[in-house]
C-alpha cells in the first residue's frame, strides 16, 4: 500500500469532507445513527466546521491516499464564558473508510489532532465512542484515554 498523507482542511475541502462525513455518521460500528443522512443536514456540517474554523477554535485533519480522501478527524478547543481551572479540547469525530481501517490512518490522524490540541496550551482532551466500538476504543486506550463519564440513555 503507498504511504498516506495528513492534511489540514481549509474553509474549501469542506465540501469533499462533508461526503465522507455523510458515510460516517451511517456507519452502524462508529456512529450512534441519530443524524439523518441527508443534504440539509450535510450543509449543517459544512456550517457548523466553517464556523468553528473562522472562530478559531476547531480544525480537521483528513488522510489522503493517492489523492482520495479516507479519513479524518475534526476536533475543537473551548474558550468558556465561565472561569475553569483546566482548559477542553474535543474530539468531535475520527473517522476512517472501512477499507482503509488497521492500517495506522486513525491512529496518526488522532496523533496529529493531540498534538495540535496539546499546542494550544490545553489541559485535558475528552471524547465520545460507542460503548460497542472495540477497534476504536483500543485506539484511544493506546493514547491514554481512560472512561471518565458514563453516559446513560433509553429509548422510547
Known amino acids: 500500500?503507498?504511504?498516506?498523507?495528513?492534511h489540514t482542511a481549509s474553509?474549501?475541502?469542506l465540501r469533499?469532507?462533508?461526503?465522507?462525513w455523510l458515510e460516517f455518521i451511517q456507519d452502524d460500528i462508529g456512529s450512534d445513527l441519530n443524524i439523518v443522512p441527508n443534504k440539509e443536514?450535510?450543509?449543517r456540517w459544512i456550517k457548523f466546521v466553517r464556523s468553528l474554523m473562522h472562530k478559531n477554535r476547531g480544525a480537521i485533519k483528513y488522510a489522503t491516499l493517492s489523492g482520495e480522501i479516507?479519513?479524518?478527524v475534526l476536533y475543537r478547543w473551548e474558550e468558556n464564558v465561565l472561569i475553569l481551572y483546566k482548559r477542553k479540547g474535543t474530539i468531535l469525530d475520527l473517522y476512517v473508510k472501512r477499507s482503509y481501517r488497521?492500517?495506522?490512518i486513525g491512529t496518526k490522524l488522532l496523533e496529529e489532532a493531540l498534538n495540535d490540541?496539546?499546542?494550544r496550551g490545553l489541559d485535558f482532551v475528552q471524547l465520545n465512542v460507542i460503548a460497542s466500538n472495540e477497534m476504536a476504543?483500543?485506539?484511544y486506550k493506546k493514547f491514554g484515554f481512560e472512561e471518565y463519564f458514563k453516559v446513560m440513555r433509553r429509548d422510547f
Open 16 to 20: 469533499d469532507l462533508s461526503l465522507l
Open 41 to 43: 443536514n450535510a450543509e
Open 102 to 104: 488497521g492500517k495506522g
Open 117 to 119: 490540541l496539546k499546542r
Open 137 to 139: 476504543i483500543n485506539l
Open 1 to 6: 500500500m503507498r504511504e498516506f498523507e495528513i
Open 70 to 72: 479516507v479519513g479524518y
Open 11 to 13: 474553509p474549501e475541502n
